[in-house]
């Protein structure tokens, strides 16, 4: 199958691209480069040939040919779709939806989208399903939310749209992230000797290990097509659901002799158990190989690796908001995140 993935140059994407290679896959991938920078380690035996291109500037010839995207290409996480929420939703909103119309008009066939659970925002009363109302806190939520309404009625018997609901994402990636929980606590743990928390660590979270998302990914593109169309996956396995301190905890079981305490600020108000029966069931091939206590002592055996240094860890090239807003500063990107040369 011939594959467009946007952001192999991400957190994920350096991970997804590499294993859709081995599985037999031509693999195709955009990035607009904001992330060269953030090159950790040296952890994979290939790479996609990669399109140097701003996701909205895509054009229906760039995809032809193309039987499958998998849209992974957004600006992440929650800090950053607080700094800049307009252009936010232009990419992340807009820029998803554009680029499924030009995917259906190209005649690609399979369209994979790289949902959140954190669409759930503050759930109580249970586990949330796919069925679950969602209840997005934050502008990046709120896209994820935006896209699936949008993209869902374009979904007919030549453009099969899945909607994939991750979990909070850890582990090593060669690209890494240290601005997600378990690797920034592992993060913190490995530079400082402790983890001094402000919050009182109750909030619920979902995570899943971005190999295991990567598998997803791969298992839906292998699946019949009528297991997968226009269907929500969330992504993760429901003895994931941790407790903040619980992930605290395993990164403190690993990284042995750091020092762990906890306040009494309740912090993000976010919390939300998620359950994952219905992937696990109804995806061919699907399970998650990884928990955080695995997670924790890959990162722990790539640090050691290493040598990971403070200000590598607290530096720009591994937190998203940091490196975009030395971008901006610098005068590299405009107001609207595009390059200026």
Not at 3 to 29: F, M, N, Q, W
Not at 200 to 209: A, F, S
């Amino acid at each position: 199958m011939k594959v467009l993935v946007t952001g192999t140059e991400g957190y994920l994407g350096s991970l997804l691209a590499p294993e859709l290679l081995r599985a037999g896959h031509d693999v195709i991938g955009v990035d607009t480069g904001y992330y060269k920078y953030g090159w950790l380690y040296r952890g994979t035996d290939r790479t996609a040939h990669t399109l140097d291109k701003d996701l909205r500037n895509l054009t229906v010839e760039d995809l032809a040919g193309v039987d499958a995207v998998v849209h992974m290409a957004e600006l992440s996480n929650d800090p950053l779709g607080a700094l800049a929420p307009d252009v936010t939703y232009k990419v992340n909103h807009q820029g998803s939806v554009r680029l499924a119309t030009l995917a259906k008009e190209a005649g690609v066939q399979r369209f994979v989208y790289m949902s959140s659970c954190s669409v759930y925002g503050v759930a109580a009363g249970g586990d949330v399903t796919e069925t679950s109302e969602v209840n997005p806190q934050t502008p990046y939520a709120e896209c994820k939310v935006l896209v699936e309404r949008d993209v869902t009625p374009m979904a007919d018997d030549t453009f099969s749209p899945t909607f994939l609901r991750n979990a909070t994402a850890y582990g090593a990636s060669p690209r890494m992230r240290f601005d997600i929980v378990l690797n920034n606590l592992s993060g913190v743990a490995w530079t400082t000797g402790e983890i001094a928390m402000t919050s009182d660590g109750t909030p619920w979270r979902p995570l899943v290990h971005g190999l295991d998302i990567a598998k997803a990914i791969r298992c839906v593109l292998d699946a019949p097509r009528d297991a997968v169309h226009n269907q929500v996956f969330n992504v993760g396995d429901s003895s994931q659901n941790y407790q903040v301190k619980e992930i605290a905890d395993a990164v403190a079981t690993v990284f042995t002799g750091c020092k762990l305490s906890f306040g009494d600020n309740g912090g993000d108000n976010r919390s939300y158990r998620v359950n994952f029966d219905k992937i696990h069931s109804e995806l061919p091939g699907f399970s998650c190989d990884w928990d955080a206590l695995k997670g924790a002592q890959q990162l722990h055996d790539v640090f050691s690796r290493i040598q990971l240094d403070d200000a590598t860890f607290t530096g720009r090239g591994h937190t998203r908001l940091k490196q975009l807003q030395y971008l901006i500063a610098t005068k590299q990107l405009d107001a609207d995140l595009f390059w200026t040369y």
